[in-house]
């Protein structure tokens, strides 16, 4: 337990660290020194992630799995082949997931320190470590983004194809190239009866998604075996997963605060492409309200994780106000986020913990589960 508080702080403190650094001096040197440091230590886990062992059996026995992507599929196959260690799969995975998301932050990378450290509170890295393929999808979609900023159809549709050789779910994610450009009412008033709205709909949406758990399952590619369908109905969510606990309110009243500043953060930040994340980040946080905590959780993780970009543009541009008045709740919202953080590897989110390093022969194995 004691190795995963020391790996997480330390690359929280060395991500937010080296982020300053190039949003400060803009050399070249510390994306790479991020993206290395990064997929080294996260790339060698061993066991940590609950589905970690499923790629692992994957990459060693490929023929057991006949149905994943083919993208995906081959390149297992492939560094199978040539005789590579399994834990290339999560060095390469690590590598694109932080690859895109420091590449989606250059045109605005004032924010990536900021970024980093949502990507830790926010528990978006513990989700990457667990579903390993549909993170890397998103990433992969997060940085396509751009290309409907600068209404280019063929680099964004190409990362999209990218994206769903990874996990085929990312094919939809084609349409907002169409979309996300249309002009919608942004009136903080309708905004906030719509965030709130979501709460009462979310009340009603759960149980209707448990009675058609079959139907529902299959259409987001969870309903393909009676084990996966024994194992979504075993999921509680009428208890703690959707009670309102300390860590909902605390992102409930930042998403209140976004709303509040939506207008001024537009206005600065406009040339970004600020407003094509807002809407997907305003997509995820309506989905969050009304089926967090159920088994489509996994549709919104192509939409949740925009709080990364939109929270860190909200607190850069609070964090320029000298004033206590403004200093003092963001240094309070940062201690308690980083508790809860730190909470979350004590309680295994995910199985973030206990962290291991993954053994590469210098050491006697105790890794070798399919051997």
């Known amino acids: 337990m004691f190795l995963a508080y020391y790996v997480y702080n330390a690359l929280l403190i060395v991500l937010v660290f080296l982020g300053y650094q190039y949003a400060m001096t803009g050399k070249r040197v510390f994306p790479y020194m991020i993206i290395t440091i990064f997929t080294l230590v996260i790339g060698l886990r061993y066991n940590v992630g609950d ?10 026995k490929p023929q057991l799995f ?44 004032f924010t990536l320190p900021w970024a980093f ?3 830790f509170t926010t528990l978006e890295l513990f989700i990457w470590n667990n579903a390993l393929r549909q993170s890397v999808a998103f990433c992969i979609f997060m940085y396509a983004i751009r290309y409907i900023h ?35 009412k942004d009136d903080k008033w309708v905004q ?14 759960k149980d209707f998604l448990f009675a058609n758990l079959g139907t529902l399952a299959g259409a987001i590619g969870f ?32 998403d209140i605060t976004v709303i509040w500043m ?13 407003e094509l994340y807002y809407k997907l980040y305003f997509i995820g946080i309506m989905l969050q309200n009304c089926i967090g905590g159920t088994y489509l959780d996994r549709v919104n993780m192509y939409f949740l994780p925009f709080r990364i970009v939109i929270y860190s543009f909200l607190m850069y541009e609070l964090a320029k106000n000298k004033d206590v008045l403004y200093r003092v709740p963001i240094m309070f919202f940062c201690g308690l986020t980083y508790a809860l953080c730190m909470w979350a590897v004590y309680n295994h989110a995910a199985t973030c913990s ?7 022969n210098f050491f006697p194995s105790q890794q070798n589960f399919f051997d």
């Open 192 to 205: 906030y009866a719509l965030f709130f709205g979501t709460f009462v709909a979310g009340a009603v949406l």
């Open 117 to 119: 450290f949502f990507l």
């Open 354 to 360: 206990p962290y291991e390093f993954v053994d590469l």
């Open 66 to 109: 006949p149905d994943m992507e083919y993208g995906f599929t081959n390149v297992c196959k492939f560094f199978h082949h040539i005789g590579f260690h399994y834990s290339t799969i999560f060095l390469l995975a690590a590598c694109i997931e932080i690859l895109f998301f420091v590449r989606t932050f250059l045109k605005f990378k």
């Open 150 to 184: 600068e209404r280019r159809f063929i680099p964004y549709a190409f990362f999209i194809v990218l994206a769903a050789s990874v996990h085929k779910t990312a094919y939809p994610l084609g349409v907002f190239y169409f979309i996300l450009n249309f002009k919608v």
């Open 51 to 60: 589905d970690y062992p499923s790629y692992m059996a994957f990459f060693s």
């Open 262 to 274: 939506y207008d001024k953060l537009k206005r600065l930040y406009g040339h970004t492409g600020f």
């Open 223 to 254: 309903g393909g075996s009676a084990n996966n369908m024994e194992y979504l109905k075993t999921l509680d969510w009428s208890n703690s997963k959707n009670s309102m606990g300390i860590a909902t309110f605390i992102w409930m009243m930042l």
